[in-house]
């Protein structure tokens, strides 16, 4: 059964303060790692995609990383408006149809 | 449509009372996917849809459940006889791919409370 964990559950930054978003996965074969970004009663947002160890992604303030058995989200100089739910999810090889196995997400609160 | 929309945005309902939540998916996208996402957890998979036929129901919690995208495009989760464990925030995804390989665009979703 595919897995995926996430930690911290929240995590509280100053602006300016970098950090970093772990996600542990377990998966039968994994074909993508997905990121997205939550806000309060709003959809999952897309952030990025990667497929394989050693890959990274940049957008703005964010980067994501992927070995054979985590992802981490680094933020870099936080503002507050990156505060938001962070979800991490897996696409399995096995996955006929590409679902997504999503871990609980992180919590994030940037304050000014 | 610029967006995957969703209606309600919130519902209430008794237990036992049925509900009808619709899903407009973006204009021309092949892939429709429903999510369930309780407080304080992630979105699970419900059931997936190719054009009009649905190929995977294996996320349905109980045969309370039935989902249906008669033509391809706008879809319905229907859930018959509401229970309080229901309660949750259901997640409408479509892509524009025949499966979901390059990720989804999510709607605002519709959160359910069963009273």
């Known amino acids: 059964e595919d897995q995926v964990t996430q930690s911290p559950e929240a995590l509280r930054l100053q602006e300016g303060e970098s950090s970093s978003l772990n996600c542990s996965y377990t998966?039968?074969?994994?074909?993508?790692l997905f990121w997205y970004r939550q806000d309060p009663g709003k959809g999952p947002e897309f952030l990025f995609t990667?497929?394989?160890a050693g890959e990274e992604k940049e957008k703005e303030r964010l980067k994501a990383t992927l070995t054979k058995k985590e992802s981490f989200l680094h933020i870099t100089a936080p503002k507050p408006e990156d505060s938001a739910t962070y979800l991490c999810?897996?696409?399995?090889?096995?996955?006929?149809?590409?679902?997504?196995?999503f871990g609980k997400g992180t919590m994030l609160l940037v304050s000014p | 449509g610029a967006g995957v929309s969703q209606s309600p945005r919130y519902k209430v309902a008794k237990r036992g009372q049925d509900v009808a939540l619709r899903c407009d998916p973006i204009?021309?996208?092949?892939?429709l996917f429903w999510y369930q996402q309780a407080l304080g957890q992630g979105p699970e998979f419900l059931t997936y849809?190719?054009?009009?036929?649905?190929?995977?129901k294996s996320g349905l919690p109980s045969d309370r459940f039935f989902a249906e995208r008669p033509e391809g495009s706008v879809s319905t989760l229907k859930i018959q006889r509401t229970q309080q464990e229901d309660s949750a925030v259901y997640l409408c995804?479509?892509?524009?791919?025949?499966?979901?390989?390059?990720?989804?665009?999510f709607g605002s979703g519709t959160r359910l409370t069963v009273v």
């Open positions: 204009s021309g996208h092949v892939s």
């Open positions: 849809f190719q054009n009009e036929a649905q190929l995977d």
């Open positions: 998966v039968s074969g994994l074909r993508g």
């Open positions: 999810a897996v696409q399995a090889r096995n996955s006929g149809y590409s679902t997504l196995t």
């Open positions: 995804a479509s892509s524009l791919a025949r499966t979901g390989f390059y990720g989804y665009t």
């Open positions: 990667l497929y394989s």
